[in-house]
């Protein structure tokens, strides 16, 4: 979480001289790496000081015991999620899990979590792959 200063976040372009697309400009409150922390992935993009400032790290290890003592947390988590997906462009859901996304009703496990961190990533690729080509 970014306590101070600010950050823009952004995808290499994949060549030498070619721009970097922007993805975000964060502020004191917003946070990034949050995929990683949950599923443990490389990370899909980079991030770069516009303003230095102070970070908050937080460990996985200390996240999991945050989610299992903290239901509510895990709650806000899983709906953080449901919403990045209901409001990915161009995505259709259509299956009868798609529902419980759209409705927020997914338990909120670290495995639905990963589940969901997963269905994001995979559009994002699938979005930079139509982009380039």
Do not use: W
Request: glycine content about 10%.
């Amino acid at each position: 979480m970014l306590l101070s200063g600010k950050l823009q976040v952004y995808i290499f372009s994949g060549h030498i001289g070619g721009t970097n697309k922007v993805l975000a400009t964060l502020n004191p409150g917003q946070y990034v790496g949050e995929f990683g922390l949950i599923d443990g992935e490389p990370r899909s993009a980079s991030v770069s000081v516009m303003e230095s400032g102070e970070i908050l790290f937080l460990p996985a290890l200390a996240f999991g015991i945050i989610l299992d003592q903290q239901p509510h947390i895990a709650d806000a988590v899983c709906g953080f999620l449901c919403d990045r997906i209901i409001n990915l462009p161009k995505l259709k859901l259509t299956s009868e899990k798609a529902i419980l996304i759209q409705e927020k009703r997914v338990k909120p496990t670290l495995s639905n979590m990963k589940t969901l961190c997963k269905i994001v990533r995979e559009h994002n690729k699938l979005t930079a792959v139509k982009e380039k080509g």
